[in-house]
């Protein structure tokens, strides 16, 4: 009985040792592939940012904007929505986060008559905002790039989306 | 002999357990990484979905509203359209709405995509009767009694009037709201978006209240079964239309700029009241002392909304 409960520990232990000469033999491979997988990770939450943004921006723009003015600052673009109704300004733009120089996030600053302005970060601060820039196409019709990096693994994505306006122009 | 047979096995079965330990680590994680990318395509798949039906009504929408302007547009389905990644396949549909009584014009792009129907609208809308009506000959139009002083020039042709306005059917209205009327605080924060606003039949037992001193901005009809009543000081700057199939009351003090007023009821204006535009009442009309008015039709001009998924 004690013989065979030790067989099985002892065909563990080996089978376990065999698995570990394996994985040392195909070392590179598994590096390759832990690698991409993080590379896959870092994608997915570019996109998730880059989505989050895009969405946000397209919908203020596409149905809500009057009229639409583009205007520069240090770190890239400002778009400043006049939304419909004419008590309201939503402002997306680029800056760094409170306190660090290297982190730049995308804000979304919305100001109502009368009231105080209330400014939201639109993307993590795992994300920092390498480039956020908008140009005119036509009177009604913008186009949006933006290149987003994941701070930690330096791994960056370009993104663009043309933004088109139904109930308003492009100054 | 037999004993050697025995760790021969025994040797095997080490290097399939390994083997097996090996394989259900790497499937573990393949099939981790392969569920990743699977829900991050089907993210993407459906946000590029989500643009391209949005871009695609909003475009058809322009296109109708203003082959609309031209001819008289008819509704339209139009032939399958494949779309990627995904290859889905959507039929997109003008519709076009018409009431004669309003008169009223609805251009909708109708997109089915899965279980939902995706629909873009804009409403041209005419005053009750239509711009040509005989009534909207007069800046301000009562066919009963006028209480209170009012400049000759603004007294309805004919007046003491020998025939009665003809009630017109307003209700229609109802079909046709974007939105429920605008809370003191939404008109506060957002102003008038530039569409149709009524509240549901059922939940319009009540009048519709605009509280003192409120600044309507922006362009917009409101419409309501039941009294309107408008709070003293309140002001407006945008194009604002006030349709009720009962009365309408204006405290003191409200300015009113570019304002078509419909009441299918009395309208009664409280003193240093300050008009300009259109009154058309079926009730009687009382008016304070201090009132001022100047007649202006363009505010009769068929009333576009914004374009707007409803």
Not at chain 1, 30 to 35: C, I, N, P, S, T
Not at chain 1, 149 to 169: A, P, S
Not at chain 2, 165 to 189: C, E, F
Not at chain 2, 264 to 289: D, H, L, M, P, Y
């Amino acid at each position: 009985m004690n013989s065979k409960k030790g067989f099985i520990l002892l065909e563990i232990t080996i089978a376990f040792m065999l698995m570990c000469l394996l994985f040392a033999t195909f070392y590179q491979s598994f590096l390759q592939m832990a690698v991409s997988m993080r590379k896959i990770y870092d994608d997915v939450e570019l996109n998730r940012v880059a989505c989050a943004v895009m969405a946000t921006v397209e919908s203020e723009i596409m149905y809500g904007s009057q009229q639409v003015i583009l205007q520069e600052n240090k770190y890239g673009s400002r778009i400043v929505c006049r939304h419909i109704g004419p008590k309201r300004t939503v402002i997306f733009y680029c800056s760094n986060v409170a306190g660090t120089m290297q982190k730049v996030v995308v804000y979304k600053s919305t100001q109502i008559a009368g009231r105080p302005e209330g400014i939201n970060p639109l993307s993590s601060q795992l994300v920092s905002a390498e480039k956020f820039r908008v140009e005119k196409i036509d009177g009604r019709t913008l186009r949006l790039e933006m290149e987003l990096k994941i701070v930690k693994t330096g791994r960056r994505k370009i993104f663009i989306e043309v933004i088109r306006l139904c109930n308003g122009h492009v100054v | 002999m037999q004993r050697t047979r025995c760790l021969v096995l025994q040797k095997q079965g080490f290097i399939v357990l390994s083997l097996l330990l090996l394989v259900v680590v790497l499937s573990i994680l393949a099939q981790g990484i392969i569920y990743i990318v699977k829900q991050q395509a089907k993210t993407q798949q459906e946000y590029i979905r989500h643009r391209q039906i949005a871009i695609l009504g909003t475009e058809l929408l322009s296109v109708a509203v203003a082959q609309d302007n031209r001819e008289n547009l008819q509704n339209q389905i139009f032939q399958e359209i494949t779309l990627y990644p995904g290859a889905e396949k959507i039929v997109p549909q003008i519709i076009v709405e018409k009431r004669e009584t309003l008169p009223l014009r609805a251009i909708n792009i109708a997109i089915k995509y899965k279980d939902a129907t995706w629909k873009m609208q804009q409403l041209s809308i005419e005053p009750p009767g239509g711009t040509l009506h005989s009534i909207y000959n007069n800046l301000l139009y009562s066919d009963k009694e006028i209480i209170g002083e009012l400049p000759e020039k603004l007294l309805p042709k004919g007046y003491p009037l020998s025939e009665t306005m003809p009630q017109i059917d307003v209700k229609g209205y109802l079909k046709y709201k974007s939105n429920p009327l605008p809370s003191a605080l939404t008109l506060q924060d957002l102003g008038l978006l530039g569409r149709l606003y009524a509240n549901d039949s059922g939940s319009s037992s009540g009048s519709y209240v605009i509280k003192a001193n409120t600044i309507i901005k922006g362009n917009g009809i409101l419409y309501h079964n039941n009294p309107i009543e408008i709070g003293e000081g309140t002001s407006s700057t945008g194009k604002l239309w006030l349709i009720c199939n009962d009365e309408i009351i204006i405290g003191d003090n409200v300015n009113l700029k570019n304002v078509f007023l419909y009441a299918n009821g009395s309208i009664s204006i409280g003193r240093n009241v300050n008009i300009c535009g259109i009154i058309i009442s079926a009730g009687k009309f009382q008016v304070g002392e201090g009132f001022a008015m100047r007649g202006d039709k363009s505010v009769l001009e068929p009333f576009s909304t914004t374009c707007y998924m409803n």
